[in-house]
C-alpha cells in the first residue's frame, strides 16, 4: 500500500457523497486553507475543519465512512465510533511505511 492508496480511499467515498460535495471540498481545501487535496496526509486536521464545513452536522457520516473505508482498503481493525479519521490516517500512514502490523 501507498500514500495514493490513502488518498483514493478518501476519494472513494467524497465520491459517494457526490461530485459537487467533492469539489466543495477540493476548492475550500486551496481556495479558504491554501491546502492541496494532495497535502491532506500532512494535515488531517485541516482535512476535518474543511469536512465540518462543507458537511456541517453530517460531517460525522462523512467522517466514518472515510475511516471504515480506510479499515477495509488497509486490513486495519478500525471499526466503531471510537477511532476517529485524523487517528485512522495516522494508523494508515503508520502502516504504509511499516511501522504498524495490522491486526
Not at 478518501?10 to 457523497?17: G, Q, R, T, W
Not at 481556495?31 to 476535518?48: C, D, H, M, Q, W
Not at 480506510?70 to 476517529?84: K, Q
Amino acid at each position: 500500500m501507498e500514500s495514493f492508496d490513502l488518498l483514493k480511499c478518501i476519494e472513494k467515498v467524497l465520491d459517494d457523497f457526490g461530485s459537487n460535495a467533492k469539489q466543495s471540498v477540493y476548492l475550500n481545501l486551496v481556495l479558504r486553507k491554501g491546502i492541496p487535496y494532495e497535502s491532506v496526509l500532512e494535515n488531517p486536521a485541516v482535512f476535518t475543519t474543511v469536512l465540518r464545513e462543507v458537511f456541517d452536522n453530517s460531517s460525522e457520516i462523512v467522517e466514518r465512512a472515510i475511516v471504515r473505508e480506510i479499515s477495509t482498503t488497509f486490513g486495519l481493525n478500525l471499526s466503531g465510533n471510537s477511532v476517529a479519521f485524523q487517528e485512522s490516517i495516522e494508523l494508515a500512514c503508520k502502516q504504509i511505511s511499516g511501522n504498524v502490523i495490522p491486526y
